[in-house]
């Protein structure tokens, strides 16, 4: 029953790592455009983990110009847990897409790369580990 269970969740965590993983490469294939935008505000959240504990989470929200349009968008996967890391009228480097400016990216930004190599690289040891009979 354990390596069921445990294949079942290396299994999942390769399948959400593929999925990171196209995410990543369709944002790479589609935000082809980049300009600079400057941090209007940065936004707070609490969020809670598994056991409980609160983190205050800072979310940098940027404005910026494509063909005459302003858009205010928030940089997605670009949340710290340090306040002093985005300041307001900072400017950054984003990537968009030009035929839907709201879709942007932080210039660089390589998190769904490695978020995604690394679900894949641990569902296939996992996965390997439990065929083998070298897990749980």
Do not use: H
């Not at 979310?59 to 996967?77: A, K, L, M, S, W």
């Not at 990216?105 to 978020?115: E, H």
């Amino acid at each position: 029953m354990k390596r069921m269970i445990w294949l079942l969740v290396s299994v999942v965590c390769f399948g959400m790592g593929i999925f990171i993983l196209v995410s990543y490469i369709n944002a790479q294939r589609t935000q082809t455009a980049q300009t600079t935008a400057t941090v209007v505000r940065v936004d707070s959240e609490v969020e809670t983990d598994s056991d409980g504990y609160d983190t205050r989470m800072y979310y940098p929200v940027v404005e910026y110009t494509v063909n005459g349009q302003r858009y205010e968008e928030r940089i997605p996967d670009s949340g710290t847990s340090n306040s002093t890391t985005y300041k307001e009228g900072q400017t950054v480097e984003i990537k968009y897409n030009p035929d839907k400016p709201e879709e942007l990216s932080k210039q660089g930004a390589k998190g769904g790369l490695i978020g995604g190599i690394f679900f894949i690289g641990f569902g296939v040891i996992s996965v390997a580990g439990v065929l083998t009979g070298k897990a749980a």
